[in-house]
C-alpha cells in the first residue's frame, strides 16, 4: 500500500534515487492537459452603454443579453461590465463561445441602437491590440493633417457630349483591346480611349453606366471619369461573374473557387469570408458586407412529379435585387427565400420565408403602386410545382409585411417562368402545360394586372404551340412571343417558328382592355424579341444559327393606313426593313432607341467565321458595318433615367415637329460643313501644287539666266534672224520592228 504524504519518510523522496528528466509522462500530459482557448478572438467590446450604479446593472445586463443572444451564445457570467466609484465606464467585454459568434456580433449589433438615447458600437477584442497597442497611439493629441481639396471627376460628363448631338457611347472588345468610342452613325466611331489588356475575361457597364468593370484573377476593377482612372477594386480572387444592384450601390461577386484567405491575411477580405464563393460588396466603400457559399440543389425524388425543366445548378443571378436597392434576396430551392435588408444584411424579420416546393421568384422592377395601398412596399413573385395532391401555385409577395397578395392555383404545369413589364404594371406567367398523357404541350399566358384592384388575372389561352420566348414592350402594355410545335425528338434543323404580336383593346377612359391576338408571321427562324427600350419599335432576329441570320424591324404605331381588322387595337403593325447579318450572335439597342446593333462574337461561334459588327437606325438601313478579327463585345453605355418630369416630357412630344426643324438644320449643316471640307482639302492641295510649281518656275529661270539664255522660252522664238531663214534639224530614230533566228543545218 501506498504511504501517505504525512508517513513519507525522507528516503521516499530522496532526490538522488531518481532523475525527473529520465520519466517519459508524455502521454498522460497530452491526456490530461487543460486546453486553454488561445488568443481573443471570442471576445467583443461594446460601446454606447448608458451609465448605471451597482444596483441598475444587472438589469442592463439582462437587457443587453436579448441583442446579444440575437447572433450567438452568451452568459451573464460572460459579461464583464467595468465600474468605477460606483458608476459604470458606459462599455462591456462579452465573450461569445466561438469566434464565428464573436464575428457576426460585430457584423450584424454594430450601430445597431440600444434605446432611443443610445446606439451600440461593437468592435473585436482583437482590434484593441491590432490598433490601440502601447506605441501605436500617442498619448499627446496631434491636428489631423487636412489636405487640400481636389476637384474629383464628374462621373457623369458622358451625358455631356462635346459635339452637342447628343451621342451615346458604346465598349468594344477585339482581340486584346478595350476601347471606349462616340457613336457617329455613318461615319466611323470617334475614339475616347483604347487601352491594351484592359481585362482578362470580359467587360460591362454599371446599370446607370457610371462605371465601366474590368474582371481580372485578382478581383473586379471599376473605371470612369473623363480620364478614365480606376474608381474602385473588389478583391475576389479568381472572380467569374458579377452583378450591381439598379441603382449602383452595391455588387455582388461570384467564384467557383472558394476563398481562401492566406495566414498574412487579405487586403479587403477577412476570416468570415474563408470558405465563400459569393460577395456582397457596398460600391461607395468598397467594403463587404457579407460573404455566402454555394448552395445545392436538391434533387427530385418523386416519381409522380412532371417532368420538369432542370434548372442548372448555380442559376445567376443567385441574388436579386428589389428595384430601390433596399433589399436582397436568394433562394433555397424547394424549401425557401431569404431576404435581406441593406445595408446591413440582416434576414427581414430574422427569418426566411418557408415556400414548400418554390422554383423561381423575380422582384417587380419598379416599385409597384397598388390601388388602394398607400404604404410602401416591393413585390415579388414566386411558383411553385404540383407536390402530391396540391396543384401548382404562383404567388404574389408584398415585402416588408412577407403578405401574400395574390396567388393563383395551377394544374398540369410542366414549367413556368416569370415575365415583369419594366414598369411593374404586369406580370406575365408563361405557363407550359401538359396533357394527361404527357406526350404533347401547349402553353398559356396568365397575365396579373398589378396595379388594378384586387390584382385581377386574365388568360391568354389561344395559343396552340409552345412559347420558346416572350418580350413585353418597355413602358407599355404589348408584347411578342416566339412559338414552334413541340418537336417528336431531336432533329438536325431546328423546326420553324412563328411569330405572334398581342396587344390590348381600345377602351373607354384610362382603363386597358383585354389582350387581343393582333397577327402571327409564320414559317419562320425567329427565335429572339429586341424591343427598343423606349417602346414602339421591335427587332425579330434569328441568332446564333448556322443556317439564317435575318433581322426583321418593326413598327407597331405606324402611321399609316389601318385595316379594317385592326380598327379597335391599339397597335398598327407593319414591317419597316429587313437585313442579315451573318453569324449575328447578338443584338442590342442603344439607350435612345435610335440605334441597333448587331454583332458576332468569336466567343459564340467557330473561329473561321467572321466577326464584325453592324449598325442599323432604327428603321432598320445599315449605317455602317466592319469586320473584325476576335471580335468579341460590343456594350451600349447605358444611360440613368431623365430628369425631366412626366409634363416636361409630354411638352417635348408636343413641340417634337418644331425640334426636328432644328435638328434637320443641323444635320444638313453637318452635311454641309463635311462637304465644305472635302472642298477645302481640294483647294488645299490645289495651293500646295501650284506653290511648288512656281518654285520650280523660279528654279529654272535662274538656271537659264546662268546659261544667258532669255528667261522665258517664248522670248526665244520672237528673236529669230531677220532674213527669215531657219535652222533645220533632223533626228535619225532607227526602230526595230520584227526579229527572227533561223538555224541552219
Avoid at 424579420?349 to 397598388?370: H, L
Avoid at 439607350?591 to 428603321?619: C, I, L, T
Avoid at 456594350?635 to 411638352?651: A, F, G, S, V, Y
Wanted: charged share 30%; aromatic share 10%.
Amino acid at each position: 500500500m501506498a504511504p501517505s504524504f504525512d508517513h513519507l519518510r525522507d528516503a521516499d523522496v530522496d532526490e538522488d534515487d531518481y532523475d525527473e528528466d529520465e520519466i517519459d509522462i508524455s502521454d498522460l500530459r497530452e491526456k490530461y492537459e487543460v486546453q486553454l482557448e488561445q488568443g481573443y478572438d471570442t471576445f467583443v467590446v461594446i460601446d454606447g452603454l448608458p451609465e448605471v450604479n451597482e444596483e441598475q446593472k444587472p438589469k442592463l445586463v439582462k437587457f443587453l443579453l436579448k441583442k446579444l443572444n440575437q447572433v450567438g451564445k452568451t452568459k451573464e457570467d460572460q459579461v464583464y461590465m467595468p465600474m468605477e466609484n460606483g458608476k459604470s465606464l458606459r462599455f462591456a467585454f462579452v465573450e461569445y463561445s466561438s469566434p464565428a459568434e464573436a464575428a457576426a456580433a460585430v457584423r450584424q449589433l454594430d450601430m445597431v441602437p440600444l434605446d432611443k438615447k443610445h446606439t451600440l458600437r461593437v468592435n473585436k477584442m482583437t482590434d484593441i491590440d491590432r490598433y490601440g497597442r502601447e506605441g501605436r497611439v500617442d498619448e499627446n493629441y496631434v491636428p489631423p493633417k487636412i489636405e487640400e481639396f481636389t476637384e474629383k471627376e464628374h462621373l457623369r460628363s458622358f451625358l455631356a457630349d462635346p459635339s452637342g448631338r447628343g451621342r451615346d457611347q458604346f465598349a468594344m472588345y477585339r482581340g486584346d483591346v478595350v476601347g471606349v468610342f462616340w457613336n457617329n452613325e455613318k461615319d466611323p466611331p470617334e475614339n475616347i480611349v483604347d487601352r491594351q489588356h484592359w481585362t482578362e475575361s470580359f467587360v460591362q457597364w454599371s446599370p446607370l453606366g457610371t462605371y465601366l468593370v474590368s474582371v481580372h484573377q485578382q478581383g473586379v476593377q471599376l473605371w470612369g471619369g473623363a480620364s478614365w482612372s480606376r474608381q474602385k477594386r473588389f478583391a475576389h480572387p479568381f472572380v467569374n461573374m458579377l452583378d450591381f444592384s439598379p441603382n449602383e450601390k452595391y455588387i455582388v461577386t461570384w467564384s467557383n473557387r472558394p476563398i481562401s484567405i492566406p495566414d498574412e491575411g487579405h487586403p479587403q477580405l477577412s476570416l468570415d469570408e474563408d470558405g465563400k464563393n459569393y460577395v456582397i460588396w457596398d460600391v461607395d466603400t468598397a467594403k463587404p458586407l457579407r460573404s455566402f457559399a454555394n448552395l445545392d440543389i436538391p434533387s427530385t425524388n418523386d416519381p409522380h412529379a412532371p417532368p420538369a425543366k432542370q434548372p442548372p445548378k448555380f442559376p445567376w443571378p443567385a441574388f436579386k435585387w428589389s428595384s430601390d436597392d433596399k433589399y436582397v434576396a436568394r433562394m433555397t430551392q424547394g424549401s425557401s427565400i431569404s431576404v435581406y435588408e441593406l445595408p446591413r444584411m440582416g434576414l427581414l424579420d430574422k427569418t426566411t420565408i418557408k415556400i414548400e416546393g418554390v422554383m423561381d421568384f423575380e422582384w417587380a422592377p419598379s416599385t409597384p403602386q397598388r390601388e388602394g395601398v398607400k404604404q410602401y412596399e416591393q413585390l415579388f413573385c414566386f411558383w411553385t410545382p404540383e407536390i402530391g395532391s396540391n396543384p401548382a401555385r404562383v404567388g404574389l409577395m408584398s415585402i416588408p409585411s412577407k403578405q401574400i397578395v395574390r396567388s393563383l392555383n395551377l394544374f398540369s404545369v410542366t414549367d413556368a417562368k416569370l415575365h415583369w413589364q419594366s414598369d411593374a404594371t404586369y406580370l406575365s406567367v408563361k405557363v407550359d402545360r401538359h396533357s394527361k398523357s404527357k406526350k404533347s404541350q401547349a402553353t398559356t399566358l396568365e397575365i396579373f394586372r398589378i396595379k388594378e384592384k384586387g390584382v385581377p388575372v386574365e388568360v391568354v389561352d389561344t395559343i396552340k404551340d409552345t412559347v420558346i420566348n416572350f418580350a413585353w414592350e418597355p413602358k407599355g402594355d404589348r408584347f411578342v412571343i416566339i412559338t414552334t410545335p413541340e418537336p417528336a425528338g431531336a432533329t438536325a434543323v431546328a423546326p420553324k417558328t412563328s411569330v405572334s404580336f398581342f396587344c390590348p383593346e381600345k377602351a373607354k377612359g384610362p382603363a386597358v382592355g383585354n389582350f387581343k391576338h393582333l397577327r402571327t408571321l409564320e414559317k419562320k427562324n425567329s427565335n429572339a424579341i429586341y424591343w427598343s427600350p423606349k417602346g414602339r419599335f421591335v427587332v425579330i432576329a434569328t441568332v446564333a444559327n448556322q443556317q439564317s441570320s435575318d433581322l426583321e424591324f418593326y413598327d407597331l404605331d405606324f402611321e399609316g393606313e389601318k385595316p379594317e381588322s385592326d380598327k379597335d387595337l391599339t397597335a398598327n403593325l407593319q414591317l419597316m426593313n429587313t437585313a442579315d447579318h451573318y453569324g449575328v450572335t447578338d443584338v442590342q439597342w442603344d439607350p435612345s432607341g435610335r440605334f441597333v446593333a448587331s454583332w458576332a462574337s468569336v466567343w459564340k461561334h467557330a473561329p473561321q467565321m467572321e466577326n464584325g459588327y453592324h449598325v442599323y437606325d432604327f428603321k432598320g438601313e445599315l449605317l455602317r458595318e466592319e469586320h473584325i478579327e476576335k471580335f468579341r463585345q460590343w456594350l451600349w453605355r447605358p444611360r440613368p433615367p431623365t430628369l425631366l418630369t412626366k409634363d416636361e416630357q409630354k411638352q417635348i412630344r408636343k413641340n417634337l415637329r418644331e425640334y426636328s426643324k432644328i435638328f434637320d438644320q443641323e444635320d444638313a449643316e453637318r452635311g454641309a460643313s463635311a462637304d465644305l471640307a472635302v472642298v477645302e482639302a481640294r483647294r488645299r492641295l490645289l495651293d500646295e501644287w501650284l506653290a511648288w510649281r512656281a518654285s520650280v518656275e523660279a528654279e529654272l529661270e535662274e538656271e537659264r539666266l546662268a546659261r544667258g539664255l532669255p528667261k522665258h522660252p517664248t522670248e526665244a522664238d520672237s528673236k529669230l534672224p531677220e532674213n527669215g531663214e531657219e535652222q533645220v534639224i533632223e533626228e535619225i530614230v532607227e526602230e526595230v520592228l520584227e526579229e527572227n533566228e533561223e538555224i541552219v543545218p
